[in-house]
């Protein structure tokens, strides 16, 4: 069972290229130094995101999107609540954006 985690951020305008882009680094770094507190080793299968580009005009205002994959819950569970780099990044990163939404699912469970 994979699980996948969708996340949009309203980024602050105010915010510089430089530091919308070290926000884009840290979130998607996560996925090289978030350690599964067993094994020691990096456990999110994968990421990817970046800057909207959608010409629908549908994005709410949210500016960034990305979506990281788990082989579990119980990785996505620890990740969301317990895992102290992502509590790093939340507490680094959080001034930086007006609005988040977040949507998990599990991959062929409708």
Do not use: W
């Amino acid at each position: 069972m994979s699980i996948v985690h969708i996340v949009l951020f309203r980024l602050k305008s105010s915010l510089s290229d430089s530091e919308k882009k070290e926000f884009c680094d840290d979130m998607l770094g996560l996925r090289e130094t978030c350690m599964h507190p067993t094994s020691n080793k990096p456990y999110i299968v994968s990421s990817s995101g970046g800057i909207d580009n959608s010409p629908e005009g549908a994005q709410g205002g949210f500016t960034h999107g990305f979506v990281v994959e788990f082989a579990s819950k119980e990785d996505r569970d620890y990740y969301v609540a317990k895992d102290p780099t992502h509590q790093a990044f939340v507490k680094k990163n959080s001034p930086r954006f007006d609005d988040v939404r977040v949507i998990d699912y599990e991959k062929g469970v409708y």
